[in-house]
């Protein structure tokens, strides 16, 4: 399905014009699309002769860097804060796409048993069993988070075994045996040797998130820009997102 997919996207490229070759992209890209871009990023590069410069953070840093004046071609970013640059004119608003989404999901040290997580009750009970809980401090799976735990009351209970991290290292925790439970967008999990995905939240306590891309309304590749959007949200380009743990639109 992957070569299908990958013959698709060489189709696609054929039809680029030749004067693109040798230019460059800056893409901010949050770190939930990472390994997507990993894969989608190379094969672009290589059909079209340019180079493709990635900055990985979470959507609030990006939307930091970019306030701050930091220049870039395109930004696949968290809807809020999508909506929060068009509106200062930082994006243009013209050719926004839906790029992908990921639920929220557990992770445990490679080789651990997994808990069963299916219902409320059973993800609680897990929760409560863990000496500490890693989450982002800012990432949109960490707000999440926090909402759910003050939703189901356990503050108190919990207060002493939440780890916040920043620098996207919640998972990286679980790996190295800091914490006994991770969370995180399955998309960031899946990628981090020494740790397995246990499942998503259940039921009315999942949130999925869901990732806009934009081309910057000051980018003076936006024709480029365009087509590398047009790209990363074809059709053929479906099954790669979903092999590293994103839906596609």
Not at 59 to 76: M, N, S
């Amino acid at each position: 399905m992957l070569i299908r997919a990958i013959s698709a996207i060489a189709a696609v490229f054929s039809l680029i014009p030749s004067s693109a070759f040798g230019a460059e992209l800056v893409v901010l890209s949050s770190v939930a699309a990472r390994s997507v871009m990993g894969e989608l990023g190379p094969q672009f590069e290589r059909a079209r002769g340019i180079v493709l410069r990635f900055r990985y953070d979470t959507a609030a840093a990006l939307h930091h860097a970019i306030e701050d004046g930091t220049r870039f071609d395109v930004a696949v970013l968290t809807p809020p804060v999508m909506s929060a640059l068009t509106a200062e004119n930082k994006m243009a608003g013209a050719g926004q796409a839906t790029f992908a989404s990921s639920l929220i999901a557990l992770a445990v040290k490679h080789g651990a048993t997994k808990p069963d997580i299916s219902t409320s009750e059973m993800f609680v009970q897990t929760l409560l069993k863990a000496d500490k809980i890693s989450y982002a401090k800012e990432g949109a799976s960490g707000q999440h988070f926090q909402r759910v735990v003050k939703q189901l009351n356990l503050d108190e209970a919990l207060k002493d075994k939440l780890l916040p991290m920043t620098g996207s290292k919640e998972i990286e925790a679980v790996a190295d045996g800091l914490a006994t439970l991770g969370v995180q967008l399955i998309s960031e999990i899946l990628p981090v040797r020494g740790a397995d995905l246990v499942g998503p939240f259940p039921g009315d306590l999942q949130n999925s998130t869901e990732l806009k891309i934009a081309v910057s309304a000051e980018s003076e590749s936006a024709d480029l820009a365009r087509q590398f959007i047009a790209y990363a949200t074809s059709s053929s380009a479906a099954d790669i997102i979903r092999a590293k743990g994103m839906i596609p639109p």
